[in-house]
């Protein structure tokens, strides 16, 4: 047999980000990974019964300015990854991956209508449970990569740095809170499905993580001037 099992530990450690080869693998399972989550946040606007916050935001900008809603999330991820830079966060390769990939993903599967929306919550909430649990494992996928966290997550972490009194489940609620408003108010989505996404999402990714021996807190991510050095750095000569 030429095909070996593949040991799904061993996806993306941080020690392999140390050639420019392992560096380009592990970018290449990024983007297939975001690309699949991409995927996952499509099936959960196709439930039809309301999107996540920063999908609330991304659909109104979308429909307010009558763009792709890829093209809106990309606005909405460098304007995030901007603010990230200006309060000196880490910044990976990945998450200039993650801003581009997954709206476009999204777009995709718009494109050849490859879900139909549904019209009923009774059909609507399966696939949006459906959506989150493909989320959660590209998540996984994603973060195995080890080249960095998305520009949201990271936007959460440098708030919470900046507001040490006040907890990071409360700095997260606002955050969250303000793309759902936000997006609510240029004519977003916003119903029973946002509420799942918000009480929903982090258990599911709980358990996927646990499924596969996963900790997320173990992943050391490379950063952005880190993985420069590694890619365009000279080679002894043989």
């Known amino acids: 047999m030429l095909l070996r099992k593949i040991d799904i530990s061993r996806l993306g ?39 996540a916050p920063w999908d609330i935001l991304n659909i109104g900008i979308s429909r307010s300015l009558h763009i792709l809603y890829g093209s809106a999330s990309i606005a909405v991820s460098v304007t995030i990854l901007i603010i990230d830079i200006l309060l000196k966060e880490p910044i990976g390769l990945a998450m200039f991956i993650d801003a581009v990939v997954v709206g476009k993903a999204v777009d995709f599967f718009n494109l050849i209508d490859a879900v139909p929306a549904c019209t009923s919550p009774w059909s609507g909430i399966p696939l949006m449970l459906a959506g989150l649990v493909i989320l959660a494992y590209t998540q996984f996928t994603y973060m195995k990569a080890a080249l960095g966290c998305g520009p949201r997550d990271t936007l959460l972490v440098g708030l919470a740095k900046r507001v040490r009194k006040v907890p ?45 021996r996963f900790d997320a807190t173990q992943v050391g991510h490379q950063q952005l001037i880190e993985s420069m050095r590694v890619i365009f750095r000279k080679q002894p000569r043989q």
Not at 26 to 48: D, E, H, K, R
Not at 190 to 212: D, N, Y
């Open 13 to 51: 450690r941080p020690n392999e980000n140390r050639t420019p080869g392992a560096i380009l693998a592990n970018m290449l399972l990024a983007a297939v990974s975001l690309f699949v989550n991409g995927f996952g946040v499509y099936l959960t606007i196709q439930a039809n019964i309301g999107a």
């Open 168 to 212: 990071i489940g409360l700095v997260s609620i606002a955050l969250l809170s303000f793309a759902t408003l936000s997006g609510w108010l240029l004519g977003g989505p916003a119903g029973i499905g946002t509420l799942i996404c918000a009480f929903a999402t982090g258990p599911i990714m709980q358990l996927a993580f646990k499924s596969v």
